[in-house]
Structures are given as C-alpha cells and as structure tokens.
C-alpha cells in the first residue's frame, strides 16, 4: 500500500493531518450560527502563509478572497474560505503553487516597454519574444492565436516551476498532490480519456489533452500531432528550463505546430462553403457514421466533462476556484487576528488529558487591529480611540465617561513605570560580570608579569581568570481579567506588572510576558472560551507600547485558570529556551467552568494539575490572591490548594509591595 493511500485511511486531511491537530480539526463554523470562526481562519491564514514563505524564501501576502478581492496578481496569493475537511490540503499546495509563481516566474513579460502594465498584448514583451521566434512577423497575429500561446506558456511554466518545489522542498509533495488530484484527476477527465473523447483536430481538443498530459490516462495516438508535442515539452527533463523566456521557447514550438491545425481547419471551413447543397448532405451523413463509431459519453458525462475542463482553464488562466468570500469586514477582522497571532486551541478537560476537548483563544499579539476588531475585550470606546475615530485628549479634558476609565488605567499604568524604575536600579548590578582572577599557577594562561622568573626555576607562571554571570530569567505574569477584577484589583494588578517589565527593560539577561485571561463568547458563538491576550513581550515590544495601550486594557468575562494555562503552557517552555523560568499568577476568585467541560470537571483539581504539570517542567511559582479581606476560609483553602506554598494573600492596596517580594524571589532562585 502506498504511503499516500495508508496516509488517507488514517485522516482524510492528508498531508496537513502531520501538523494540523485538534485545533484545526474540529468545525470552521459555530454550530449555532452557522458562521465562520474567524479566530480558526485567521491561524490557516497564517500557516499557508509560513508554508508559502518558507518555500518560496520571500514574504509574499496570503489573503482570503473578498467580494471586491482580486486573485493572484504577481504580489499576493488570494485563498477561499472552505478550508476545512478535504479542502484544506488543496488549498496550501494551490497557495505554494501561485507563491511559487510569484518568487520564480517572469511576470515582466507582460508588461509593455516601460514596465508598465498595459491591456494591449501587442505592446507586451510577450508579444515581442513569440516575434524573436519566427511568430507573428507582419504583426497580424490574432488575438485568439495570442490567448493559446499564452495558454501553452502557463501549462509549461506550470510544470517548470512545480517541478522545481516538488523536488526541493518534499516535505510539500502531498499539498501538491492533492492539488493536482483536485484540478487534473477529477474521474470524468480520466473517463474522458480512457475513452477517447476529445479526439477531432481542433485546438479545442489539442488543449484538453496537453492539459492532462500529467494525468496517466493519456492516449498520445488520440491525435495526429499529439505524440510530437508530448516530445516537444519533454516532461521528464522540464528541469532543463531555467527561466520564464525558456517555457515560452517550448510554448511557441508546440503552437508552430497547433498553427498546422488552425490552418486546416481554416481550409476545411473555406472547401465547405464551396461545397454545393448535395455535398453537405453527403458530408453530414459521413460525419453521422463517423461519429456513430467513436466511444460515447452519456450525456450527464459531457455535462461533468464541460465543467471539469472550465475547472482546469480557470487554473490556467491564473484563476482557479477559490470557494468561499469574506465580506471586507470581516476580510479586515481576519488580518487583524493573523497580524495578533490569534490561534483557537483546544485543550482536555478530562482527567487523562485525551478527551473532553474545549476550545480557547490565544492572541499572541496586542494590536491596534486586534483592540478594533475584538473591542468587547478591551475599555469602552477603545476601538474608537486607536483608530482616530475620537481623541482621547479632548474626551479626558470633557470628562467623558469611557476616556475617564481610560484615564485611571492610564495613571495606573505611569505608577507602574515609575516604581519599576526604582527597582531597575536595584537590579542594574545584575549588569556587571564578576570576574576572579588567580595567578602563580602550574596550568592555564601565561601570566606576562612572571614570565622572567622562569630564569629562576619559577614554574607556576600560569593564571586563570573565572568570571561569575547572573542566571537568565523568563517571567511569565498571567492576570485574572475576569469581571470580580474591575477596579482598584484589576489597576494595581497592572501596575505591579508594569513595574517588573520596567525594571527588567533597565536590565539584561530577563525577559517578561504579560498576559491576560478571561471568557467571552466571541464570533457570535453561544459557546463561552478561554481567552488569553498576549499583551506584552520585552522580547519584541518596547516600553512605549505599555505607555501607549495598556489603557486600553479591560476585564472580560469569567476566570478559566488551569484551562487558560494549560492553552499556553507550550508557548511558556518554548519561549523560556532553558533559562530560569517564573511564572506569576494574579487572581481574585476560584476558577469557573466554561462550556464543554468533562462531567467530572474541577476547576480546582484541574487548575492543581496544572501548576503542578508546570512545576514538573522545572517552572517556579508565585501566585497572588488579591481580595479587600484576604478572602474567606473556603476561598483561602481553595487557592492554597490549587498553588500550595506558593500562594499568597494581599489586599489591592498592597499591590505594589508585590514588585519587592518578586525581587527577592529572583535572589532566592539565584542562591
């Protein structure tokens, strides 16, 4: 059994089942609704558009087809919507196929002189280079006979260029595949051979068969010529074409030879005009009896031949079916998640961890795009505020309401950036390397200054400098953004954040995430999800984007705990790379459950296996219970439960004492 048959008994997503998990699997619209996940669409978005750089080696743009999109245009691979199921795979070896078309192929061609796009193909260096072969000397060709060469040169450039991706990068043969499975081996194309339809002298059908030249079925005695073109393109060595110019040499040798069939047809039609009214009877009768002798199509078949040929000469013609559209809104909605980051994983909320699957968000990135497109996560009128729709300044002086709440996030935040200051320079030492150098040794480096007393059978001439560094940090802090956190909670939550991302910017070797957590029910679904927002990272955000949106950030929904941890505990290992890795917890309640949850679910059991899954990764813990009154009995049992020893009790307006208590647990780490 092949690899490719095993491979789709196991998945029907072949190729794409090696990576795509649960996340991609489950369904692309909200059962409820009956609409699109957008957050879903905006990760295949992503991935096809990772494949199609990796293998092109250029950052070329994937786009979902919109209703006033237009398709791949030399610059930007566009894609469809229906991405799911069997879908899928043909739709990224369709994107790498037109990526590759950008990175490789000469679309200068059809340009005019200048450069210049022009709708007059006569004016194009297309038209010029079928001159230089012997075509079109009197400038008379038709346009009809331009459309063929240009036909021939994309079905040659076609197989150059994915010959060229099918043999460098194998890893991408399946994607391929599939696309040519669903573009040139549709079963009515392999009957239509198989039975030798298609078989009169005509252009038409000299098309179909060099179309389907890679199709197995091919017949090369079904027509006259069609053996000598075959050997003419030559499929086994297309690696000998080095260039767009080189498949329009191969186009223009097969239409040489096409031009012998237009010719003869032109000389038959002229013949029949003369023909007198008895002749076209005998003549119709012959070509009754004739036809009466080739194998027969049913009916329905010509009907599905019809439509698989238009198929393949939209592909082409550079415009294969690309089903599905977004509107321009949500074509919009869609780039913003991909520009965040916005993934949909889904995680097991049963006891073994293997089924009972939710989903959750995880956007990667705060955006502007992803504070306009998601507002319900974020202040009142912050979209309106990022997108210059209303200015902030003006509103806070008129004392509007939504900019005053905006406005105590922002005084919260400056608090942040100044007492993180203060313990910047405290943490500046971590600076400077401790170096210890110890002289008049027997082994290491020489020591210049007692060189000359060798002269005096001085052996221990040798010194070894040993220089003490500080251990690498990486600190994850998760804040509870559930609603009980509005207020001062959730205010001085962030600004004792802010002061650790302050004091490490003022520092080396540490490196801080933000992050936020709550539900929502988004995409108008009816389910509620983990959410998780990636607000900042010192890795590749600046201080300034805490100055500048952080204000924006809000409270939103319920508190998912272990779920929300769980959604991130791979980005965590992989973005600790080894160093010292700590992970601090804000929070005020007991986690809450959310839709889909296993039957046996607790959150407190669940959030304890969490922690303590991360513990087992070597992951340090800190975990701050933020209530007016410490909390009652139940509440403090539940969260020493969930974090053990390493939970604490705080009053908000306490908080910032948290940043020194983080201070000494670095030294406590370092000891």
């Known amino acids: 059994m092949s690899i490719s048959k095993r491979f789709s008994e196991y998945k029907p997503t072949q190729a794409s089942s090696f990576w795509l998990d649960r996340d991609f699997d489950s369904n692309w619209t909200n059962t409820n609704t009956n609409t699109l996940d957008i957050t879903k669409l905006a990760a295949a978005q992503r991935a096809i558009a990772n494949f199609v750089n990796i293998v092109t080696g250029k950052t070329i743009p994937v786009k979902f087809q919109s209703n006033d999109s237009s398709f791949t245009d030399g610059t930007t691979v566009t894609i469809g919507t229906k991405l799911d199921g069997k879908n899928f795979d043909p739709a990224v070896g369709l994107a790498l196929h037109e990526g590759s078309h950008i990175a490789h192929t000469d679309f200068s061609l059809f340009k005019g002189a200048n450069g210049k796009s022009t709708s007059n193909i006569s004016e194009t260096l297309f038209a010029k280079s079928i001159r230089y072969q012997g075509l079109d000397p009197n400038l008379d060709l038709p346009i009809r006979e331009f459309k063929i060469i240009k036909d021939l040169l994309n079905w040659v450039e076609d197989r150059r260029i994915d010959y060229k991706i099918y043999t460098t990068a194998p890893g991408y043969r399946m994607y391929y595949e599939s696309m040519y499975d669903k573009f040139f081996n549709d079963k009515i194309i392999d009957k239509a051979l198989l039975s030798g339809a298609k078989n009169q002298e005509t252009i038409d059908d000299y098309m179909f068969h060099i179309i389907n030249f890679t199709n197995s079925n091919r017949k090369l005695n079904t027509l006259k010529h069609l053996r000598l073109i075959w050997n003419i393109i030559d499929l086994k060595n297309i690696q000998r074409l080095n260039s767009t110019q080189d498949a329009l040499i191969v186009a223009c040798d097969i239409f040489k030879i096409l031009k012998q ?13 003369n023909e007198s009214d008895e002749d076209n009877e005998n003549d119709e009768v012959n070509e009754n ?21 238009l198929k393949q000469q939209d592909f082409l013609d550079g415009y294969p079916i690309k089903k599905g559209k977004l509107s321009s809104k949500i074509a919009k909605t869609v780039d913003a998640l991909k520009e965040a980051g916005c993934e949909t994983r889904e995680v097991s909320t049963s006891i073994n961890g293997a089924s009972d699957f ?26 309106d505020y990022v997108t210059g729709h209303r200015n902030y300044d003006n509103d806070v002086r008129d004392h509007k309401y939504s900019a005053v709440r905006l406005n105590n996030k922002q005084e919260a935040v400056n608090a942040g950036i100044v007492l993180g200051k203060q313990l910047g320079r405290k943490l500046q030492l971590r600076n400077s390397d401790r170096s210890l150098k110890s002289t008049r040794l027997q082994t290491g480096k020489i020591d210049k200054r007692l060189i000359s007393q060798l002269g005096y059978n001085n052996i221990n001439v040798f010194h070894r400098i040993v220089t003490d560094r500080f251990k690498n940090y990486f600190i994850h802090i998760s804040i509870d953004a559930s609603g009980s956190m509005s207020g001062d909670k959730f205010a001085n939550a962030l600004t004792s954040a802010i002061a650790v991302a302050q004091a490490a910017a003022m520092t080396t070797g540490i490196r801080v995430q933000i ?62 790379k080894g160093d010292e890795c700590i992970f601090v917890n804000y929070s005020d309640g007991g986690p809450t459950d959310i839709s889909g949850v296993a039957r046996s679910y607790d959150g407190v059991a669940y959030t304890k296996n969490a922690i303590n899954c991360f513990r087992s990764y070597g992951i340090n813990i800190i975990s701050y219970f933020i209530c007016s009154l410490y909390g009652s009995d139940y509440e403090q049992r539940q969260f020493k439960t969930m974090y053990g020893p390493d939970a604490c009790f705080i009053k908000p307006t306490n908080m910032i004492d948290v940043s020194k208590t983080l201070n000494q647990k670095f030294l406590e780490i370092a000891k």
């Open 261 to 273: 069939v237009i010719n003869n047809n032109t000389a038959e039609s002229e013949d029949k005009s």
């Open 515 to 576: 992050s936020l957590r709550g539900t929502h029910y988004l995409n108008n679904s009816r389910v509620e999800r983990s959410v998780t927002i990636y607000a900042y990272d010192s890795a590749v955000d600046k201080i300034h984007k805490i100055k500048n949106m952080f204000k924006y950030l809000d409270v939103f929904g319920c508190t998912p705990e272990g779920i929300a941890f769980k959604s991130i505990e791979k980005d965590i290992l992989k973005d600790a």
């Open 289 to 309: 009896d004739e036809s009466n002798s080739e194998p027969q199509l049913s009916s329905q078949d010509t009907e599905k031949l019809k439509k698989a040929i």
């Open 358 to 383: 939710v989903e959750t968000i995880v956007i990667k990135k705060l955006t502007p795009g992803i504070i306009s497109s998601m507002p319900e996560l974020f202040g009142t009128n912050s979209d």
